[in-house]
């Protein structure tokens, strides 16, 4: 799906031209704002998923883009046209939702004719379109049957069905997976994307499971408190976190609060009598105005526990902790420790189980290390100082 | 374990049960024995077996005529009404409006007025407009008493139904009309058919507002009846008492067997 070669004139502006635009979104309830200026550029063809927790914004988001809900001010643009004071049924945009929202009174082939008979397809037309959908989704047979009669992953197929037979400019998923069981989510996760991306339909999915989002998606929008807090790929929001709140909520995070002090191209994270290094890519990325609150964050995985007395095996200039093993968890493929810092604070160590390595014992005193280049560096709004004289930071927005 | 306590009391409520049921169709029931009377009086228990009332009752036009106009008005009422009820309930439910909760407590007035005042000031209205003693009159007024029940019904349809299925319909295409018409409506329509069936009974057997709204030239079948009880009590009252209960029994049952319907969600 690469644009290269094509030149860039009139012929292709069908496909240069963005699925979707939001500018400056916002919508309030009251005097609450639900939507505080949400600005996202989707692609044609693209698997966007705005993820957050149940309060941030995404739902609502999606229902202004649907059109159920008018936005309180900022525009939505599809396919290059202002859709702002359109109604719902003349966006041209399919949506489904957590419950289905099949009509129970038509049968699966009726609900899936629905959107045709509305566009004044012909007759022929529809039972041909509707045949294709049902196989699309692999339910040829299950076209006379009505919503009851079917389980709840055959009723979400038909829903997919229904909302991608007319070709919409936009597919909308409303947490389509959270009704079904664990099992049939994760199949179901597999089979939308791959029927998604056969069709070439831009997709914008909601879900507060970070797990779907890292599976499904080109991209992620990280909602919070009714803004985007970063969009990316689920490898950059999971290795280069812009937040705390980012780095808390996408995958487990061990999180190492202090004082961020600037020196040359890098700086020292530092609490109490202790410092880290932090590298300059990580410095840079993290663009602190000045010495401030901060906090390292370094995932489960890229921690090593090693023997305190040892001092060769951390490599040189790499950052350690003192800590003690909490608990031990077998899961299988991995084992995972939980440990305390002197400060109480815990943290968190993946290990793979291969056989050979060292198995640490609870109660155990051990040093934990990682590569300067594993860490992130993030500001800490809620950060205070961590020596005496300085001065509090601003408060927490 | 409790049963041996249990017992006796459940007895006495079954049995207080009974005799409340009996307090309440005794009356009722007792009318149609009597409507096989053979005798020329209106007595209990009934003498001997005929069915030369109900002979009479089909054969005599000022019954017959009575009847006609009944169901005319019944049908017209049952039909007006359940338009008003089922608009005014999408209204009351669904819109957001200020005096909502004051417009739908004036819609279910007529349930709790007394019939008599609002007998009395249609009345003295419909005297001035000219329409007492007329269809229109009569259909207009036992339709303000049979839209309570018709808005009762739909909005129960309406808040039991998904919303989220309208605005899936409006998302594949479907504007306002159409979306009321191919999902909201079917969906509703048990709650709407049990409205219009009691909107028909309502006006069936309505006799305070008729009597005024009446003349001899246009009378209902209760009217009738109340005019023929005060005159001469002659046993055809009971045969037609017997097929009042019988139409009205037959339209409730029908009533609850329609709303029984909705479809599974």
Wanted: net charge positive.
């Amino acid at each position: 799906m690469t644009t290269a070669g094509r030149p860039i004139d009139g012929s292709s502006e069908r496909l240069d031209r963005p699925a979707l635009v939001l500018r400056g979104l916002e919508k309030s309830f009251g005097d609450v704002p639900a939507v505080d200026g949400v600005d996202l550029e989707v692609r044609q063809g693209e698997f966007i998923t705005l993820l957050g927790p149940s309060g941030s914004g995404k739902t609502t988001t999606l229902r202004m883009i649907a059109g159920f809900t008018r936005q309180s001010a900022g525009t939505i643009e599809i396919d290059g046209a202002d859709m702002s004071q359109v109604p719902p049924y003349r966006r041209d945009v399919g949506m489904i939702f957590q419950n289905y929202a099949l009509f129970p009174h038509m049968t699966a082939a009726e609900n899936i004719a629905f959107p045709l008979e509305m566009r004044r397809a012909s007759r022929s037309e529809i039972r041909r379109r509707v045949a294709e959908a049902l196989a699309l989704v692999k339910l040829e047979g299950f076209g006379g049957r009505y919503p009851r009669q079917l389980s709840g992953g055959q009723q979400q197929r038909i829903a997919f069905a229904r909302a991608v037979v007319f070709h919409p400019r936009l597919l909308l998923m409303d947490e389509p997976l959270g009704a079904l069981d664990k099992k049939l989510r994760e199949a179901l996760q597999l089979e939308v994307m791959h029927i998604s991306r056969q069709l070439g339909a831009t997709v914008i999915y909601v879900t507060h499971d970070q797990e779907e989002a890292l599976v499904m998606s080109d991209r992620i929008a990280i909602f919070n408190r009714g803004r985007i807090e970063q969009l990316g790929r689920g490898e950059d929001l999971y290795d280069r976190p812009v937040s705390l709140f980012v780095a808390d909520f996408i995958g487990d995070s061990n999180i190492l609060r202090g004082w961020f002090e600037r020196d040359g191209d890098g700086g020292w994270l530092v609490r109490d009598a202790s410092r880290w290094r932090v590298g300059a890519a990580a410095t840079a990325r993290a663009a602190l105005d000045g010495d401030r609150a901060a906090a390292l964050v370094v995932r489960p995985e890229r921690l090593r526990i090693v023997d305190p007395g040892d001092a060769g095996a951390a490599a040189a200039g790499a950052n350690t902790v003192e800590a003690s093993v909490r608990d031990v968890l077998y899961l299988g493929s991995i084992r995972k420790y939980e440990l305390t810092l002197p400060d109480e604070q815990t943290a968190t160590v993946r290990q793979q189980v291969g056989g050979n390595e060292r198995v640490w014992q609870p109660g155990a005193r051990v040093r934990l290390t990682w590569a300067v280049d594993d860490e992130v560096l993030v500001s800490d709004p809620g950060g205070r100082p961590s020596r005496p004289g300085d001065v509090p930071t601003a408060p927490l927005a | 374990m409790t049963d041996s306590w249990r017992q006796p009391r459940r007895l006495l409520l079954v049995a207080l049960g009974a005799l409340t049921v009996f307090f309440l169709m005794a009356p009722t029931l007792v009318v149609v024995p009597m409507s096989f009377t053979a005798s020329n009086a209106l007595t209990f228990p009934p003498e001997g077996l005929s069915t030369r009332w109900y002979e009479k009752m089909v054969t005599d036009p000022q019954w017959s005529t009575g009847f006609l106009n009944s169901a005319k008005v019944a049908f017209l009422t049952a039909i007006l009404a359940t338009v008003l009820g089922t608009l005014a309930a999408l209204g009351t439910v669904r819109g957001r409006f200020p005096g909502r909760g004051a417009v739908n407590g004036l819609i279910l007035s007529p349930l709790i007025v007394p019939v008599i005042i609002i007998a009395i000031g249609m009345f003295s209205v419909f005297v001035r407009w000219k329409i007492t003693g007329s269809i229109v009159g009569l259909v207009l007024a036992h339709t303000a008493l049979a839209v309570p029940f018709v808005v009762v019904n739909v909005a129960t349809s309406l808040r039991s139904m998904d919303r989220n299925l309208e605005q899936a319909a409006q998302s594949l295409g479907a504007g306002p009309v159409r979306t009321f018409r191919r999902i909201t409506l079917p969906l509703i329509l048990p709650g709407v058919l049990a409205g219009g069936l009691f909107a028909f009974i309502t006006s069936w057997d309505e006799v305070v507002v008729s009597i005024f709204l009446t003349s001899a030239r246009f009378r209902t079948l209760p009217v009738e009846m109340w005019e023929q009880v005060r005159q001469v009590v002659d046993p055809t009252v009971a045969a037609v008492s017997t097929t009042l209960l019988a139409v009205t029994t037959t339209l409730l049952l029908l009533a609850f067997v329609v709303r029984r319907q909705a479809p599974a969600r």
